[in-house]
């Protein structure tokens, strides 16, 4: 995989982190605090804290982790997920944002200890032909870490088992859209297996639709464009 650029650790930058997470609850993808945004900066990772509303957020209080080993900063503690964090930004160097939330659907799946399998063409945008479903560990774990890393090696987002949903992205943008394709690709399959088994897609049904959604979506800006 070719790696990503980090984004800039400019206000712009953890505003739109901030403005992140106030969406993810507008939008009824997330409750309180127990959603977390992190992005891949030079200096390592910019990450929401521990604890404080979304409301009361402002650029200063994200927290910096290294990309590798203990927090350091002094100040506010990072989000208890850091961990899971920090595993994804060094597996996964093609992706700058990791967004991880509770989406209500999402979450009954992952209660249910249910993978999402190809209902709708829509489960391309996650890399594959499902969206798997990480094992259970205790949040902020080792175990959990080395769980999220195993089953997103190929995969842009992943449900996590008897917790919630996790999504990788190019940009912010790009992470809160996969995430809401989720919630719904989460409500299709509860609700389509209400009155028998949905008819799941072929293998060769979704490798058609991988290459076509090359550059589906939303994406990052790029020198020159207007």
Request: aromatic share 6%; hydrophobic share 40%.
């Amino acid at each position: 995989m070719t790696p990503a650029a980090p984004l800039p650790d400019t206000i712009e930058t953890r505003q739109a982190l901030i403005d992140a997470c106030l969406w993810m609850n507008e939008r009824h993808l997330n409750q309180g605090t127990s959603g977390n945004i992190s992005a891949r900066i030079e200096a390592g990772i910019l990450i929401t804290p521990s604890g404080v509303p979304y409301e009361g957020l402002t650029p200063d209080l994200l927290v910096i982790l290294p990309l590798d080993g203990q927090p350091t900063e002094k100040g506010l503690k990072p989000s208890s997920e850091w961990p899971f964090h920090q595993a994804l930004h060094q597996s996964r160097p093609d992706m700058p944002v990791v967004l991880h939330a509770h989406p209500p659907y999402c979450s009954v799946l992952a209660v249910q200890r249910h993978a999402i399998p190809a209902c709708h063409y829509m489960i391309a945008a996650f890399g594959g032909n499902s969206v798997p479903l990480a094992e259970y560990a205790l949040f902020g774990s080792p175990e959990l870490c080395a769980n999220m890393a195993k089953i997103m090696v190929d995969r842009h987002g992943c449900l996590m088992a008897n917790h919630g949903a996790t999504v990788l992205g190019e940009s912010i943008d790009k992470a809160l859209w996969r995430l809401e394709e989720l919630e719904s690709l989460a409500l299709t399959y509860l609700f389509s297996s209400i009155g028998g088994a949905p008819h799941i897609l072929s293998d060769d049904e979704i490798a058609e639709v991988l290459v076509a959604f090359q550059n589906y979506g939303p994406r990052a800006p790029v020198a020159g464009d207007t």
